[in-house]
């Protein structure tokens, strides 16, 4: 397959050997994976940006938290350990990892950094971001809780908006029986569960495709196309739409608004000449 532009007009060569002449032709053929995809591109003087996976999960393998897959939190700070890349939002334990909006908005805004650390780094977590905990004001509340509450039991303690599943999740893994009073309640302990709470660190070992559905960040760049036409800067005639240029949003519907903007643009301009 190649493209070719002669004079005033644009030969397209199909893989079966025919080719097909146009005056305007605008190439909407989606994000591709591979920088060499972009070779018959390439040779028409346009600029590519290397393409890299964008809005993936992250995998855990073997960690203990992925037997509570399907649990859900309403509002977690995702952030990935050494940078300053964090998200806040729903997060979704799956059985492979984490997943969910937080995740992946923080898979796009990291896309290539996270592709050089060849998908191998760390994250933490705040389980309680969304009712606006730290890690003094847990540390406080809970001895707020040994004192006017020794005798209740910290598995039907229900202090925060967690899943009962995940609660005794945090328990478990702080070395706290579930129904440990919190007159009983151990200082290291208490710490352990702390921590798990508010500053949660979990080692991320490679990634999954979001529903089968694959962006890329990179692609054409986009300082050699008008944004007001969708027309190439360099190559009168030629249009573009969609993931083929180095454009890639978060999740929530953004990939799919720029594919239709980018593409009426660009159809009203090939209409109107």
Known sequence: MGLEKNKDKFELQLSNGKSIEAFYCCLACGGMNKESSFDWLRQLGHTIIKPVP????????????????????PMVKVKISGTKLEQTGPVLITHWGLSGPAVLRLSAWGARLLQEKEYQFTIQ??????EGWNSASVLSYFEKQRQEHPSQQLTNSRMFQLPQRLWDYFLTESGIAPQTRFADLKKKDENKLIKLLTDMV??????????????????????????????????????????????????????FQHAWSSGYLAALSMATK
């Open 202 to 255: 979990m080692d991320v070992s490679g990634k999954t495709t979001f529903k089968e559905e694959f962006v890329t960040a990179g692609g054409i760049d986009c300082a050699e196309i008008d944004a007001t036409t969708m027309q190439s800067k360099l190559v009168p005639g030629l249009y573009f739409a969609g993931e083929i240029m180095d454009v890639d949003g978060i999740t929530g519907g953004f990939n």
């Open 125 to 130: 977590l705040n389980w309680l971001e969304g």
């Open 54 to 73: 964008s809005l993936f999960t992250f995998n855990c393998p073997g960690h203990s938290l992925t037997g509570l897959m399907g649990v859900v939190v």
